[in-house]
């Protein structure tokens, strides 16, 4: 008998089996709009044409070669990361409070962060919003917390943020518990706290003491501002205090396979820079050794180079555009369909993903009448709309809104 004999299947990803259902479905108008990855109005992916021509240049560069990188990662990326992150007038940048780690994307800071924070941070609570990325539950399970707990943030009358609710339990968590935080473009809801939303979350985050550690895998994708988009983590720099964040080039550069990333953490005093970067040097051998090279060149080459960083600003703002026209186009055929419900909530949330408020009946509706792919909590991907699409969806939606409760 085999040694794995007791072994149990693993329930397939959620998001991955739902992207294998629409591939092996042979109906000609089947929609997907669950992957979060970026689709061009012929529902294509799309290599942003910055990443085209610097591809083109390292091709022909006889100095580019495929040697292992430092075990922190590529220096030149890390410190124009870190600028694109904070801003180069930042305090912690000029005082040297800042240090990161080159990771295999945003998940890989996610891990990275919290395997450090577990072993060398004295508090095991974590807080989470409620929802949040699905992967976060099950990353903060993998490294061993126990004490892991929730605080409201999406108000389902609304559809929007339940600024009440969040604050209400931050207030009550215990002090120095860490708090993980999207800094835009909330996933799954795409429900951001305004500025002033943000200073009275902070506020509290300093009152209690608490450890933020921020995902930020959507910089620049969500407002097409890279400066707005970061805006909530600058401010928890300036009201002091030390932070973590994990920050994702997968969605901003269209690099979701090259798995371009860091673990970015600002610390109280400089002298602790060296030991902490030294310790997660320490884990990051143990994880995946040397971290990967051809994404975090293209990065490092658009955020260096002027013209090619302003050629990156405007492919992103194009993707931006296109995803808040898609939502614009579906709010307007929705009302003029007399679509129960109000709908506003779909021009009102940001980024990639809009969280409809549709049940889970209606979204099995939805995927087994109708060909039409989303997760079962109501998220679809926006960018999966197109002028081809868009009729079929809406009216889709509107049958199971109407027939389904």
């Given at each position: 008998?085999?040694?794995?004999?007791?072994?149990e299947?693993?329930?397939?990803?959620?998001?991955?089996?739902?992207?294998?259902?629409?591939?092996?479905?042979?109906?000609p108008?089947?929609v997907?709009?669950g992957?979060?990855a970026?689709?061009?109005?012929?529902?294509?992916?799309?290599?942003?044409?910055?990443?085209?021509?610097?591809?083109?240049?390292?091709?022909s560069?006889?100095?580019?070669?495929?040697?292992?990188?430092?075990?922190?990662?590529?220096?030149?990326?890390?410190?124009?990361?870190?600028?694109?992150?904070?801003?180069?007038?930042?305090?912690?940048?000029?005082?040297?409070?800042?240090?990161s780690?080159?990771?295999?994307?945003?998940?890989?800071?996610?891990?990275?962060?919290?395997?450090f924070?577990?072993?060398?941070?004295?508090?095991?609570?974590?807080?989470i919003?409620?929802?949040?990325w699905?992967?976060?539950?099950?990353?903060?399970?993998?490294?061993?917390?126990?004490?892991?707990?929730?605080?409201?943030?999406y108000?389902?009358?609304?559809?929007?943020?339940?600024?009440?609710?969040?604050?209400?339990?931050?207030e009550?968590?215990?002090?120095?518990?860490?708090?993980?935080?999207?800094?835009?473009?909330?996933?799954?809801?795409?429900?951001?706290?305004?500025?002033?939303e943000?200073?009275r979350?902070?506020?509290?985050?300093?009152?209690?003491k608490?450890?933020?550690?921020?995902?930020?895998?959507?910089?620049?994708?969500?407002?097409?501002?890279?400066?707005?988009?970061?805006?909530?983590?600058?401010?928890?720099?300036?009201?002091?205090?030390?932070?973590?964040?994990?920050?994702?080039?997968?969605?901003?550069?269209?690099?979701?396979?090259?798995?371009?990333?860091?673990?970015?953490?600002?610390?109280?005093?400089?002298?602790?820079?060296?030991p902490?970067l030294?310790q997660?040097?320490?884990?990051s051998?143990?994880?995946?050794?040397?971290?990967?090279?051809?994404g975090?060149?293209?990065?490092?080459?658009?955020?260096?180079?002027?013209s090619?960083?302003q050629?990156?600003?405007?492919?992103?703002?194009?993707m931006?555009?296109?995803?808040?026209?898609?939502?614009?186009e579906?709010?307007?055929?929705?009302?003029?369909?007399?679509?129960?419900?109000?709908?506003?909530?779909?021009?009102?949330q940001?980024?990639?993903?809009?969280?409809?408020?549709?049940?889970?009946?209606?979204?099995?509706?939805?995927q087994?009448?109708?060909?039409?792919?989303?997760?079962?909590?109501g998220?679809?991907?926006?960018s999966?709309?197109?002028?081809?699409?868009?009729?079929?969806?809406?009216?889709?939606?509107?049958?199971?809104?109407?027939?389904?409760?």
């Amino acid at each position: 008998m085999s040694s794995f004999a007791h072994v149990e299947v693993s329930p397939p990803d959620a998001l991955f089996n739902l992207s294998a259902l629409y591939k092996q479905d042979p109906y000609p108008d089947k929609v997907d709009l669950g992957i979060g990855a970026y689709r061009t109005e012929e529902g294509q992916p799309w290599v942003l044409p910055v990443v085209r021509t610097i591809e083109a240049q390292m091709a022909s560069d006889p100095m580019l070669d495929h040697e292992y990188l430092p075990i922190l990662g590529l220096r030149a990326f890390r410190d124009a990361a870190t600028r694109l992150l904070f801003g180069a007038d930042s305090p912690a940048i000029t005082k040297n409070r800042v240090c990161s780690v080159q990771t295999v994307s945003g998940t890989g800071a996610l891990r990275l962060g919290f395997d450090f924070l577990f072993s060398k941070y004295h508090v095991k609570t974590v807080y989470i919003s409620s929802p949040t990325w699905g992967n976060h539950t099950a990353i903060l399970k993998q490294v061993g917390y126990k004490d892991v707990r929730q605080y409201a943030y999406y108000k389902e009358d609304t559809r929007g943020l339940d600024i009440e609710g969040m604050l209400r339990g931050l207030e009550a968590s215990p002090d120095g518990a860490i708090v993980l935080l999207h800094a835009c473009a909330h996933n799954p809801t795409g429900v951001d706290p305004t500025k002033d939303e943000w200073r009275r979350i902070l506020a509290v985050v300093k009152e209690k003491k608490l450890f933020p550690f921020f995902d930020c895998a959507y910089q620049g994708f969500a407002s097409g501002d890279v400066d707005e988009d970061a805006w909530c983590v600058r401010q928890c720099v300036k009201e002091g205090g030390e932070l973590f964040v994990a920050q994702s080039f997968s969605k901003n550069f269209g690099l979701y396979n090259e798995r371009v990333g860091q673990l970015c953490l600002v610390l109280s005093s400089v002298s602790c820079v060296a030991p902490v970067l030294s310790q997660l040097e320490v884990l990051s051998r143990r994880m995946w050794s040397n971290p990967p090279n051809h994404g975090v060149r293209i990065v490092t080459i658009a955020l260096n180079n002027p013209s090619l960083y302003q050629d990156w600003l405007d492919n992103l703002g194009c993707m931006v555009e296109r995803i808040k026209t898609m939502r614009m186009e579906l709010y307007k055929l929705l009302k003029a369909k007399g679509t129960p419900g109000s709908w506003e909530h779909i021009v009102k949330q940001i980024g990639m993903f809009t969280f409809t408020g549709l049940t889970r009946a209606q979204c099995e509706y939805l995927q087994t009448k109708c060909h039409i792919y989303l997760l079962d909590n109501g998220r679809i991907s926006m960018s999966g709309l197109n002028h081809k699409n868009l009729e079929y969806v809406a009216q889709s939606m509107y049958n199971a809104i109407t027939t389904v409760t």
